[in-house]
């Protein structure tokens, strides 16, 4: 009886390690995985249609933005009256102030990656809808003598299309002096000194880390989440975030280059995915 005990005990200690192991492994990247054949057919966008349907047809989207929106009015009162400066407030343009989810549906009905022609072609229709509370939002900070600009990584070739549309959906200031887009740099950092030299910059409204500090540009391992939990006092005070489940920088720490096929996207989704073994 004391041996089957101990063969027990035995037993027991090996199978929790293991569970031990199985854990911390999920914590660990790259994902280590047998990469799918790529001439195993595997469309390229399809994934995407759940994303896509959520962000254009769910009212809890809606909600989320009007949330988000209500609370950069609140907290923009508390800041205008800081500085020697005048503030300002700088937004994203996309999935920010624009809604640029129907390219995300082309690309799932044509089956596409993402494309600059493409991107470029949607862009130039001058046809995104605001998201929701944005305008309220831009048309409130302006009333409290906030300035609005907007720092979006759009390439510089279209600026034109950019201030048409926002012109179009009557949003203040939709011109070049305060849209700046994307030049030679990538980082938005440039962009933000260059309008903290003359304002000072209260708040930051934007679907990506990188919309609101340089820190964020290296994830590190850990999918930035110990960035994000050392900046916490800033996420609903100075950084409003919006969400935004079709695409963003957060992929680059999934698929690597981002130049991986589309067989080899699929399987690394699914080696990232955290699922329970039953
Ligand atoms: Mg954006």
């Known amino acids: 009886m004391r041996y089957i005990l101990i063969l027990i ?8 390690c293991k569970r031990v192991d199985q854990s911390d492994k999920k914590q660990e990247k790259p994902c280590d995985i047998e990469l799918t054949s790529s001439e195993q ?7 995407l249609a759940q994303a896509v349907l959520w ?9 989320l933005y009007l949330q988000a929106f209500n609370l950069a009015k609140l907290q923009l009162q508390k800041f205008t009256g800081e500085g020697n400066k005048k503030p300002a407030v700088v937004l994203d343009i996309d999935e920010t102030v624009l809604d640029n989810s129907p390219y995300e549906g082309y690309r799932i009905l044509n089956d596409k990656e993402y494309e600059r022609e493409t991107w470029n072609a949607w862009v130039e229709k001058e046809s995104a809808y ?20 907007y720092i979006s990584n759009r390439t510089i070739d279209l600026l034109e299309s950019t201030v048409n549309n926002l012109k179009e959906l009557k949003f203040p200031n939709a011109d070049e002096k305060f849209i700046l887009l994307k030049e030679n740099d990538s980082s938005k950092e440039s962009r933000r000194l260059k309008v903290s030299e003359n304002y000072n910059i209260v708040m930051l409204i934007g679907d990506n880390l990188i919309d609101f500090h340089q820190v964020f540009e290296n994830r590190g391992d850990d999918h930035a989440y110990a960035l994000v939990d050392s900046m916490r006092q800033e996420f609903g005070s100075k950084f409003i975030i919006l ?28 080696c990232f995915l955290n699922s329970f073994r039953p």
């Open 9 to 16: 005990l035995a037993l027991f200690s090996f199978w929790a």
């Open 41 to 47: 057919i595997t469309p390229n966008s399809q994934y």
């Open 55 to 63: 962000y254009q047809k769910s009212a809890e989207l809606r909600a």
């Open 130 to 149: 605001a998201t929701p509370g944005a305008l309220d939002f831009v048309n409130y900070a302006k009333e409290l003598g906030v300035e609005v600009f």
């Open 243 to 270: 969400p935004n489940p079709m695409y963003g920088s957060w992929e680059k720490d999934i698929y690597g280059d981002m130049d991986t096929d589309a067989a080899q996207k699929d399987s690394i989704r699914k």
